[in-house]
């Protein structure tokens, strides 16, 4: 190797370690902030309980609360207040005092202001950490000696800890002063550091990989990037926690079962499954869960003698087809085993491999912006949906696949449409069409192809009718299927809202509009990857969404082979899916998910739009931008760039979970 190569060689790995360090450090204070690193002596669920006050807290009273310890590393406690504004301007403060009651010691005493106390009313006494404080009395005094105005101190009735005593002025009461011990867990820290320095090697082994390669291709970048990106992902999201996992869990197990369609009984929409499938999504729905709950359940067993029924309704509309993948990872698993767990890693392991090899497919058959495929298989949400057991993973890969076949015929030399085109096209087609109903406009691609790629004008529009016609019918028979289930749960008002869009589409269309304008920039965060996994948010916050949606735009706007690319009918047709899409995705959610009386439409999420960014991509290719970077050089960029930030992105996940 020559001497500038070691140069260049030298200084990438020092931006890389850099830029890993830089995202190590903002992972570990976001650790630090989550609060993860302590332990709560009172549950959330417990703290809610203390909603009452002790009032005509007065100048001269005390507050004493004896408690014991639960854990070692006993370094801050939070006390609850009820404080107003006018207070909290003022001057007047209060004293705080913790006695280790062990040895008689006063651990810390300090006077507090008001105008410190956060806008919760919390207010967080930090201390030195306390190494041997498990199980040893403490005694904690709040002083009200500068006190001009009457206070509430938050207070349960019940007693929501043990080993407790409280006494307001010398005069002991039953009850829960709000205050809650926080620990140091250190062991947290330390797993959280050993993984962290073990995907730091990882990604800079990677990325050394991938600067090295010479004659690098989308394709190659692809297979030494985000298969590992997604098997990654696959190990540190815990079970449960992707977009919806745990209720489409229930329908892929039942179509493992052989049950293709919920059953409905007395209006309940649930197919009859073992309990132990039903308590995993119970137990997690919309909950804090930790890696520690996995080990917890990595033992339970499928007993199909314990059968329970659950509300499927959300799911049961969904059409079997994108469930495939996940329901023969089940049905593998269950030759070898009836343990919960290995079935339900086997679903997303099988949907993971079938949505890599649609996904490489797309990248090798598209015949230009490949770096866009790829770009978006890179996405945050994209990764989660293919590597849980989300059937948004296979309705991406398809959705590009579709796509990508539909541009290596029109931009192929000499190449016709032949029947096996037709029947590739029409297989594709329907199975998008049958993933979600908003996305049938996509078959619409088909119309892009230029009458000369086929036998006669004839065979362009009997071919297109074909395609576009059986789609259409797949999907109505399944849209007929499905809204059987919601007119059960909808109880009519579904109805109601489709009347309102059909007579007042106006007043529906500046609903519409009114909407995105309010919530865009959460649908753009969101749809570039600022918030991952269920119930608890994993939040990405500003770099990761940022990053890509500056690449997405750059790749789209200076990729030299995108431009000219398409007539302006081609574009027409490009702009007109992208549109109906748009408000498909809006007007489902608007008759599913909204209030009647609603100002904007529920439920839209950025993830929606994945499929359809392609096709943007493409429409934003017409801009003529130039740029003075390589092919190799950009893929280099964007790949390493994206093995440097899944680092901040699973530390994330690990912050929540761990």
Known sequence: MKKEDIKKLILFIIIVI??????????????????????????????????????????????????????????????????????????????IKLEDLSNNTIIKEENVLFDVIDKNNNYYFSFDKQKDSKDKQYKLT???????EDLSVKYSESNLQDNVLITVN??????????????????RILKFNIIAICLSLLIIGLSLFVYTRKNL?????????????????????????????????????????????????????????????????????????????????????????????TNMDTVAVYSPIQYIPQAIGMIFARLFSDNLLLML??????????????????????????????????LPLSIEAFSTMSPDGITISLSMLLIAYILNIIFSKERMVEKKDVAIITVISIIVALCKIVYVPLVGVILLIPTNKFKSKKSKVLTSVL???????????????????????????????????????????????????????????????????????????????????IFFLCESTTDKELKNKFSKFQNIIISLIVIVIIGLVFTSLYVQFTEIDSMTISGVQGRYFIPILLLIGLLLGNLKINSNYNTESKMKLYGITTLILQLYIMLAIIIVHI
């Open 18 to 95: 850099v830029c890993l360090t830089g995202l190590y450090l903002i992972a570990y204070h976001q650790l630090l902030v989550n609060g993860k690193e302590h332990k709560q002596s009172i549950s959330d669920e417990n703290f809610e309980k203390i909603n009452k006050s002790l009032n005509d807290i007065l100048e001269g009273s005390v507050i004493e609360k004896n408690f014991t310890a639960k854990y070692d590393d006993l370094d801050k406690i939070l006390i609850s207040f009820s404080v107003d504004t006018d207070l909290k301007e003022s001057n007047q403060s209060i004293n």
């Open 142 to 148: 709040i002083s009200f000696n500068n006190l001009k």
């Open 170 to 187: 010398e005069e002991e009461i039953d009850g829960t002063l709000a205050i809650n011990e926080y620990y140091f867990a250190s062991s």
């Open 217 to 309: 291709t989308p394709e190659r970048l692809f297979l030494y990037t985000v298969p590992i990106i997604c098997i990654i992902f696959l190990v540190v999201m815990p079970m449960y926690r992707g977009h919806d996992e745990n209720r489409h869990l229930l329908r892929i197990f039942e179509i493992s079962e052989g049950h293709l369609l919920t059953e409905v009984h007395d209006n309940v929409v649930g197919t009859p499954m073992p309990r132990a499938v039903i308590e995993g999504i119970g137990k997690y729905w919309r909950e804090a869960m930790t890696y520690n709950d996995l080990i917890d359940i990595k033992d339970k067993q499928i007993d199909n003698n314990d059968i329970d029924t």
């Open 345 to 378: 890693y086997m679903a997303r392991l099988f949907n993971l491999i079938v949505c890599i090899i649609l996904l490489y497919f797309t990248i090798k058959l598209i015949p230009f912006g490949k770096m866009l495929v790829y770009l978006i298989s890179v």
């Open 467 to 549: 395609v576009i016609g059986i789609s259409l019918i797949a999907n109505l028979i399944w849209f007929k299927i499905s809204t059987d289930y919601l007119v059960i749960t909808s109880d009519g008002t579904s109805n109601e809202k489709i009347l309102n869009v059909l007579t007042s589409p106006i007043g529906y269309l500046r609903m519409l509009l009114y909407t995105i304008n309010y919530n865009g920039s959460t649908y753009l965060e969101t749809l570039f990857g600022s918030v991952l996994a269920m119930g608890e948010f994993v939040k990405l916050y500003f770099i990761v969404p940022f990053i890509y949606s």
